[in-house]
């Protein structure tokens, strides 16, 4: 489907998640932006580039601070500081170093800026394919990280750079007594050197000439930012991007062709079929996870798009006859 050219709605008003100018169609990404990049893969291919590796839980939990995701997410501080908070602790990234969030562990983040006052920075990668967001960070409210500019495409090679980012994820770490080889973390290193060539590549030769409106682009990471929050809605969303929930609606589905509020259930049934099919939670608990805060709900949404129950598609994903939506 082609889709139409659509402009933005201006600036973002809600100074927590969103407050950056419309992409101009055809730029190129900002130099800060590459820069950061570049220096990342130098130091991985130097060998020198620190990769913070938090383990992923046996089961992801569905409660608490922050959120998850169901791929892989790539930090790299350029300056200040970011704390992360996991369950099982936390983790001070500072620039010049990296931190790969695995799947489905939930995290939360607190920024500052530097020692000599300058101001916190950093850059995301998200790769799930067949999409690709890229975005600089900064900090418009204390403490709290905010989107100052965003990159996003579709291209074929994302789902490599998914799986490389997968594979570093799951490389084992770093042996406690220094006698022994690391070589979890030299692998680590290269699918991440891997994973920054490729998403460098992709930014300064993919033009994609239809390349969705920004707005639309940082609404779909709004939406898997807050996926498992049971208030999210789309006057919420609206408020966070700063325009009516009628506007919003319209151009979501102008250049989407599918509705917003269809969009933000189906990526919850998306999430909620992987979590039966991947996890041992109980049924209640992935539907928290999924954003529903009454399991009855959960259940009765679930059968509608998948045509079984949660707990018939788990049992059918176990014998590994996967059941298909009607």
Same mark, same amino acid.
């Given at each position: ?8 709605? *201006? ?16 730029a190129?990404p ?8 570049? /220096? ?6 130097? !060998? ?15 409660? !608490?601070? @922050? ?7 790539l930090?790299?501080?350029l /300056? ?8 099982q602790?936390h ?21 500052g800026?530097?020692?000599? !006052? ?21 900090e ?37 007594d ?7 973390e030299?692998?680590a ?6 994973t ?10 993919d ?14 990471v ?5 996926? @498992?929050?049971?208030?999210l809605s789309v006057?919420?969303? /609206? ?29 919850r049934?998306?999430? /909620? ?28 949404t679930?059968?509608?798009?998948? *045509?079984?129950?949660p707990?018939?598609?788990?049992? !059918? ?10």
């Open positions: 489907m082609m889709r139409k050219n659509l402009g933005d709605s *201006g600036p973002i008003r809600c100074a927590d998640v969103f407050d950056f100018p419309p992409r101009i169609p055809g190129p900002p130099a800060e932006m590459l820069d950061g990049l570049r /220096a990342a893969l130098a130091a991985a291919n130097a !060998g020198t580039l620190v990769v913070h590796r938090p383990q992923r839980l046996s089961e992801p939990l569905p409660r !608490g601070e @922050g959120h998850f995701h169901l791929a892989p997410e930090f790299l501080q /300056a200040g500081w970011t704390e992360f908070r996991f369950p602790g983790c001070r990234v500072t620039p010049g170093q990296a931190l790969l969030v695995p799947p489905q562990l939930r995290h939360d983040e607190r920024v800026p530097g020692e000599a !006052g300058e101001p916190f920075c950093n850059l995301v990668l998200y790769a799930e394919a067949p999409s690709l967001t890229c975005h600089l960070a900064h418009p409210s204390p403490g709290r990280p905010g989107i100052r500019h965003l990159e996003a495409c579709e291209h074929a090679q994302v789902g490599r750079i998914h799986d490389w980012l997968f594979d570093a994820s799951r490389s084992p770490e770093a042996p406690p220094a006698s022994t080889p690391a070589w979890g030299v692998q290193r290269a699918l991440v050197a891997a920054l060539a490729g998403v460098l590549h992709l930014l300064q030769t033009s994609q000439p239809g390349r969705e409106p920004t707005l639309v682009a940082r609404l779909r709004l939406i898997q930012n807050q996926l @498992g929050d049971h208030t006057r919420r969303l /609206a408020e966070q991007s700063g325009c009516t929930a009628d506007y919003l609606s319209h151009l979501f589905r102008e250049v989407t062709g599918e509705t917003l509020i269809g969009c933000i259930n189906r990526l049934m998306e999430r /909620a079929a992987r979590l039966l099919r991947e996890t041992t939670l109980a049924g209640k608990e992935v539907a928290w996870a999924c954003g529903f805060a009454a399991p009855s709900y959960f259940i009765r679930f059968r509608a798009h998948h *045509g079984v129950t707990r018939a598609w788990r049992a !059918g994903t176990t014998e590994g006859a996967v059941p298909s939506a009607p």
